[in-house]
């Protein structure tokens, strides 16, 4: 399975050298070619650095792909569909994904709304010190926790319905309510048993500030 690092424009607070391809997207190029990481693609409309640095990234790619400005897909979603056209097996860690411009961050979470990358939301993680983002198809889940994450919320996505078993606090028809994000649920010990009913859900493992 090849493992694949996407760096988009946000706030990055380090990534693991044990990727098999770093892909760049737009200024995340930047970020490889600065901290000495392969940059094997580089991907966007690059209107977010300067002629001098396009060139940079131009040169330093194995790849380079520079798309129109005005287009349906922001660059981060460009991206994706680019890996997996070329690895459609692939697993997709996204750095930089928050922290940037808001409008780009909730574009972000709701990737697996992208019908072309739906087939994927399974393969896609987006990551920062704080928070790791996972989609979820309909169906039933098991999730796991991650050490150093306290929190897990569960966002559902095109009204789907959530049941939440085995958790603090556990969503069911007996106390079923509603809400776009069911925040700061915990686990207590063991795996959260998650269903959803149609579309999917976003799940996001948080922990505070320190």
């Known amino acids: 399975m090849t493992k694949i690092a996407l760096i988009a424009g946000g706030d990055i607070d380090g990534i693991s050298s044990s990727y098999d391809l770093y892909v760049g997207v737009d200024r995340g190029s930047l970020y490889l070619l600065e901290h000495d990481l392969p940059l094997d693609m580089a991907i966007g409309d690059f209107d977010s650095v300067t002629a001098s640095e396009r060139q940079r990234i131009a040169q330093a790619a194995a790849v380079f792909v520079e798309a129109p400005a005005e287009k349906d897909d922001t660059d981060l979603e460009l991206a994706l569909k680019a890996v997996f056209a070329r690895y459609p097996s692939a697993m997709v860690t996204v750095y930089g994904a928050f922290g940037g ?15 072309d990358l739906a087939p994927y939301m399974r393969q896609i993680e987006l990551v920062d010190a704080w928070n790791i983002v996972r989609f979820y198809p309909a169906g039933l889940h098991q999730i796991s926790p991650i050490e150093g994450m306290t929190y897990v919320s569960f966002m559902p996505a ?40 149609k579309g999917y859900m976003v799940l996001i493992y948080s922990r505070d500030r320190r």
């Open 101 to 115: 411009r808001l409008d780009h961050m909730m574009s972000n979470l709701f990737l697996a709304s992208e019908p």
């Open 158 to 197: 095109d009204e789907s319905r959530l049941t939440i078993a085995h958790a603090k606090y556990p969503l069911n028809e007996s106390n079923y309510f509603f809400k776009k994000c069911y925040s700061s649920n915990e686990f207590i010990g063991k795996e959260i048993e998650c269903i959803i009913d």
